[in-house]
């Protein structure tokens, strides 16, 4: 009677927002101020400044019927120009406003250009650890999840990289700052994945493009975030503006096709039909303007620096087995116990509510969203302490 | 290389946005107030005051990383329940906030609840003329569209549906008040069509659902718009803020299945299922939050009616054969030429911007929305006057 895929994904809902509802449940029990949430990367700080001040600025200014009314599918060509320029300054990369796709966030981003990609027989390979969410969009569109494996430091392994793309992949996904590990991709790193994609494209006959997944980019602790357009120029970006001026709700993002992208017009026209047969009609209007007017712009993100070095120090003087992270807002901590579901039970005792690592691709590890009140992470470390003393 | 049915989307683009962007053009060449652009259903009155209050009421009163974070997938708890007690209240029809999804808009909310829906084989009849989309979402969650014809008068034809409702049948879509004809179905119909819906649903051993398209459920001349799912306990409900509150560029809308629908649980868990994997992750935060406090609220709509009388009278004056709409901004006109897309091109010998109906799934009629300023129909009523001229 029902699709029968659909029932399962919306049964089993992703496991990350199963605790958070959890979450949620115990904080009418026992108080918000006694459950230690480490679910969700809901970002913890409030948006810059500039937000408010241009949507008041954009109410006063613009008549509502055109301030709040369709933009092209594509997005306000002011706001497209705007990005363009911004990417083009920022990063060197060549860009113009007919090439920059205005979407409801990165997660839309991606499902649009899957879909504009996926052809029957397709795989896209993926970086174990991975987001989640990536085997459920590149399924929807019809393609294959190929996992390689990043290496013990969670950057890049040439060689699993080496193995899983084929001439039957149609794109790589990578996500640099890393959800879920924190790893930042350096410069040399990316020179050797466009050498490898650019000799495999040779290979297969057709481009293998390089989707760069980057809602973390501005999100990095001293790191330089290099961006992968600059090394290979089959990359299509997909970036959102949840993290960097902290409106995950609000769903805005951008996908951009660079110039010099092989068959770049083609591709483009495959990502608006796409973002029409999806549904999505248009990005949000008056938050595709504030964000034009809030490039470059970003919360106070130093406070998930201390976030990051009171919770990491923490746990390390604990007995925790952690990589210190670069970027984003997440501890990939290794589980004591080989099966990490058992050990994010053992924490519920303690109210601590972590992740297991296991629906992203990788067995043993649990993840932590330190984007939280800096006082959810100090009352938290008694709990964290005595959670590992129960393995010693 | 790419998605060929993506890409083929994408370059045809909908003819109405097409239109729009030509109607654009011609504006930078000639001016424009010189283009007589009838192409878009963007409302042209501005959104109701409560609308601006609550925005800068809720940028006052909330902390921003919450007005902004993430709200549950299927939206703000409190929203939704405010949404279901409207429904209970206007509508009479039993719901619960657990059975509403908030959607970023009405096509958003058909491509869940179809992508929910679509088994293989599966078809889903829609009425000629219908919204050109709905051919696109259907394809895409890989369903089979099967025409209906509506009357003469564009209201429902039983002897047509009962011909294309089988056991294939997954849904019917209606769409009262209708883009494009304007026809709002009456009570007798909606009992008639629910008999038929119960029949056919015997007959198949399985429910039948009726999927309510209803973004134009306010803008009406008089006429009561009877509730679907009052009469037809399998109806899902596709809403949107987009017309009542002139917020079509925002992006908000909702998807309600009355806990009475069959499975209820288990269909309003597949349309999480749908929302998640299409990348919808939730709807605009700030706006559900609006669109909560101005459940009800309108902006003048009484605009419209004064556009469709002064465009529908003169239009008959000058000899142009049409329904009079009982509702939405539609005027579905005759074409004097057999070839509709032949008519409209002469039609922009005038500067007049029409859609013929071919993708609306019948031929030999025009769309004219008349969501325009009342100044643009009087400037364009003497090229009105001419074009007919040219086929006495």
Chains 1, 2 share one sequence.
Do not use: W
Request: charged share 25%.
């Amino acid at each position: 009677m029902l699709n029968e895929k659909m029932l399962r994904l919306g049964r089993e809902r992703s496991a990350i927002r199963e605790l958070f509802e959890y979450g949620n449940g115990r904080a009418q029990e026992i108080g918000r101020e006694n459950v230690f949430d480490f679910s969700l990367g809901n970002p913890s700080i409030p948006a810059p400044a500039c937000v408010e001040q241009e949507i008041k600025r954009l109410l006063r200014d613009m008549p509502a019927q055109e301030l709040h009314g369709y933009t092209s599918a594509a997005g306000d060509a002011q706001v497209r120009r705007a990005v363009a320029s911004y990417i083009e300054g920022a990063f060197g990369v060549p860009m113009d406003g007919e090439h920059v796709y205005m979407t409801c966030g990165a997660a839309a981003s991606l499902t649009i250009v899957l879909t504009a990609l996926c052809e029957e027989g397709d795989e896209f390979v993926v970086i174990a650890p991975y987001f989640p969410e990536y085997r459920v969009f590149i399924e929807n569109a019809g393609g294959m999840v190929k996992a390689a494996r990043a290496d013990k430091r969670f950057h890049l392994d040439m060689g699993s990289l080496d193995e899983a793309v084929t001439e039957k992949t149609k794109a790589v996904i990578i996500n640099s700052p890393n959800n879920p590990a924190g790893t930042v991709y350096g410069e040399n790193e990316l020179k050797e994945l466009a050498v490898l994609l650019k000799k495999k494209s040779a290979q297969k006959g057709a481009p293998i493009f390089l989707i760069a997944d980057e809602p973390y980019r501005e999100l990095t602790y001293g790191a330089a975030v290099p961006y992968p357009a600059a090394y290979y120029r089959d990359t299509i970006v997909c970036y959102s503006f949840s993290k960097s001026l902290s409106l995950a709700g609000e769903r805005i993002g951008y996908l951009a096709v660079s110039p010099q992208c092989t068959g770049a017009d083609d591709l483009f026209a495959a990502v608006c039909g796409a973002g029409r047969s999806l549904g999505f009609v248009c990005a949000p209007a008056l938050f595709q303007r504030v964000c034009a007017s809030c490039l470059g712009k970003s919360g106070d993100l130093s406070r998930y620096r201390e976030n990051r070095d009171l919770l990491y120090n923490a746990l390390r003087s604990f007995g925790y087995e952690c990589v210190e992270p670069e970027g984003a807002f997440y501890l990939f901590v290794k589980s004591p116990l080989s099966d990490a579901k058992a050990f994010c039970e053992r924490a519920k005792k303690y109210e601590l509510l972590l992740v297991p690592s296991d629906s992203f691709g990788v067995e043993g590890y649990v993840r932590i969203s330190y984007c939280v009140k800096r006082e959810t992470i100090e009352r938290s470390l008694p709990a964290f302490e005595k959670l590992i003393k129960e393995f010693e």
